[in-house]
């Protein structure tokens, strides 16, 4: 299986790498790449993992990563809707669920303590560093187990990561915010039925 990374160069989101350092088969794409060239990247491979800091309309761009605002954005989601997806930013739930996309996603997650001031958390930057680390190191090791078994992957994860939620304010918030949509239906919007929420 060939896996399409995109991840836009910005040191806040280093952490996320482990999610793909040990995957094979792996393009990494991290800037100077046109839309143009990106939408035939999309087409060649089977997976695309999507991370770094964006919106409920897509994920954004960093420096040189291209000429919009959006790296990732509505006019990519026919591209997407048959691949095995990974969505990891900033209430990315809301453009999965808008687009009716498979995969597994994120909703606001909370990467900086900055962010967990907005969502109301207390919490210091020892425990995001935490959450943040485990969560890499995790969905980069069942993504190797596991490889395109989504549902695996998710409870694995959900599991884990739950056991410091138990214990890390800020892993609790992102744990309540891991989702997966396993039952996609071209040009309809997404019932709640077909994503696993707690």
Known sequence: MKTLVIHPDDRSTDFLRPIYSNLPDTTVVTENMSQPALREAIKEHDQII???H?????LFNVSSMGH?????NH????LLRDKKNIFVWC????????????????????SEVEEANYCRVLTEQTQVDESNDLFAELMGKYLVKYTTDYEAIYF?????????AAVNAVAKYNWDRWYINTSVTSGL??????IIFR
């Not at 964006?54 to 897509?58: F, K, L, Q």
């Not at 919009?68 to 990732?72: A, G, L, M, P, V």
């Not at 694995?156 to 410091?164: C, D, K, N, V």
């Not at 919007?189 to 077909?194: K, M």
């Open 91 to 110: 209430n990315a739930d809301q453009f999965v669920k808008q687009h009716n996309l498979p995969g597994l996603f994120t909703g606001m997650f909370i």
């Open 50 to 52: 999507m991370m770094g």
């Open 54 to 58: 964006g919106s409920p309309s897509g």
């Open 68 to 72: 919009s605002f959006f790296t990732i």
């Open 75 to 78: 006019s990519h989601v026919e």
């Open 189 to 194: 919007a997404l019932e709640p039925s077909n």
């Open 156 to 164: 694995a994860i959900e599991e884990e990561y739950g056991r410091l």
